[in-house]
């Protein structure tokens, strides 16, 4: 937990400050000799307690609880004001401080205050997260529900309608593969592929259909087309899925209840419709990614970014990438820009540090403690010793 304590005159500061941190070691103590270095401390760091003093030059504690409620809700207000400020105090606790503590402060007084306010912060952290919980556990209760309704089971006393209120008008689209082995990888990768078009296109949601098919439910904005949707859709799994796949499409849906009756009519028409198969789909995936990260070596190459460049899960992405090429993404990625720089610093125009940035290190001693492990001197004594000859020179001008 984060404590920020506010207050201009240093002891008072360091008092606190030494008091709460042999009590509570665990939370991490900010310090702000001013409103307004307070209001940059809130900007930079999770705060859940502030105690600030009342009377400070410029901003006061008044003025910045003010400036603060509205953002940061959530903290807990603590004000510090003497006898003389007590009327300043009780304005404090009206603006939503949740006590005050009177000067000269009491190391036990400060003691039990933050004890108390912990453990509020303690019981809504858990409200919260319980909260965020159930709309997760919501999402996927809504997603059984309508798994089993839309095969034709029974769903009981359930009623559909209220789910179903915020499309009135919609396609359903059905994913089906097939292959002889558990396709718990493709089911998540085709899930995300479907999930974000789904969002690119409109609004709705995907549900696992069963073992080897997917059934997803659009509600197209104005200006997007089904056709563009399923041209993407069948573009990015041809490219990523290495198993024969199909995709259906229903006809537009203005009567929820025509769900489970369409869902049987996809299913029927998959039995003579031609699978979609691109035996090369991983190895083709492996490539486009090689080649972005060609491109683009200098800017974000984490393993989620270009994961998504082929609409691919990143966890999945990095086995296949390993089995593709025999290297895990992170040497991968570091292998490039290395070889990037060695060849760049065949110019002796460009300094240390513009080959470190246009190879994507923002550290240049990190650049040179890899680029020592790799070729086993620093990218100085590398150019020093001519090593690297001409490389670079056409192709990296500054």
């Known amino acids: 937990m984060d404590i920020l304590i506010v207050d201009d005159e240093t002891v008072i500061r360091e008092g606190i400050k030494r008091t709460l941190q042999n009590r509570f070691p665990a939370c991490r103590m900010h310090l702000a000799s001013s409103g307004k270095d307070a209001l940059e401390l809130l900007g930079r760091y999770p705060v859940s307690i502030v105690l600030t003093d009342i009377l400070m030059p410029g901003m006061n504690g008044l003025q910045l609880i003010q400036a603060s409620r509205s953002r940061y809700p959530h903290i807990k207000w603590v004000v510090i004001s003497a006898y003389s400020e007590f009327s300043y105090a009780q304005e404090a606790v009206r603006l939503g401080a949740k006590d005050y503590l009177l000067k000269p402060i009491g190391k036990d007084a400060i003691i039990d205050m933050i004890l108390k306010l912990s453990e509020e912060v303690q019981r809504?952290?858990?409200?919260?997260?319980?909260?965020?919980?159930?709309?997760?556990?919501?999402?996927?209760?809504?997603?059984?529900?309508?798994?089993?309704?839309?095969?034709?089971?029974?769903?009981?006393?359930?009623?559909m309608k209220p789910f179903m209120e915020s499309h009135p008008v919609f396609y359903l689209l059905l994913v089906r593969m097939e292959s002889d082995r558990p396709l718990n990888l493709e089911h998540f990768m085709v899930e995300n592929v479907m999930g974000e078009?789904?969002?690119?296109?409109?609004?709705?949601?995907?549900?696992?259909?069963?073992?080897?098919?997917?059934?997803?439910?659009?509600t197209l904005r104005?200006?997007?087309?089904?056709?563009?949707?399923?041209?993407?859709?069948?573009?990015?799994?041809?490219r990523c899925l290495k198993i024969p796949?199909?995709?259906?499409?229903?006809?537009?849906?203005?009567?929820?209840?025509?769900?489970?009756?369409e869902v049987r009519r996809m299913r029927e028409?998959?039995?003579?419709?031609?699978?979609?198969?691109?035996?090369?789909?991983?190895?083709?995936?492996?490539?486009?990614?090689?080649?972005y990260m060609k491109t683009h070596y200098q800017g974000d190459l984490s393993?989620?970014?270009?994961?998504?460049i082929v609409y691919l899960n990143p966890v999945y992405f990095s086995q296949l990438f390993k089995q593709k090429t025999g290297s895990g993404f992170k040497e991968y990625v570091i292998q490039l820009r290395l070889e990037q720089a060695r060849r760049m610093l065949g110019n002796p125009k460009l300094k240390l540090a513009d080959v470190a940035?246009?190879?994507?290190?923002?550290?240049?001693?990190?650049?040179?403690?890899?680029?020592?492990?790799?070729?086993?001197?620093?990218?100085?004594?590398?150019?020093?010793?001519?090593?690297?000859?001409?490389?670079g020179k056409d192709s990296a001008q500054p």
């Open 197 to 218: 078009l789904i969002d690119r296109h409109g609004n709705g949601f995907v549900a696992i259909h069963d073992s080897c098919s997917l059934l997803g439910l659009v």
């Open 269 to 291: 028409s998959a039995s003579v419709q031609v699978y979609e198969h691109h035996s090369e789909g991983g190895e083709r995936a492996v490539e486009v990614a090689q080649q």
């Open 357 to 391: 940035r246009r190879v994507g290190y923002q550290d240049i001693r990190h650049f040179s403690q890899q680029f020592r492990r790799r070729f086993g001197a620093t990218p100085s004594e590398y150019r020093q010793s001519g090593a690297c000859g001409e490389l």
């Open 303 to 308: 393993l989620e970014k270009v994961a998504s």
């Open 222 to 238: 104005e200006g997007a087309s089904l056709s563009g949707l399923l041209d993407e859709l069948r573009s990015h799994l041809v």
């Open 245 to 261: 796949f199909q995709v259906m499409h229903s006809p537009r849906i203005e009567d929820y209840r025509a769900v489970p009756d």
């Open 124 to 159: 809504e952290q858990e409200m919260t997260e319980e909260a965020e919980q159930l709309q997760n556990n919501r999402k996927y209760w809504r997603e059984a529900i309508f798994q089993r309704w839309a095969s034709g089971l029974d769903i009981g006393r359930i009623d």
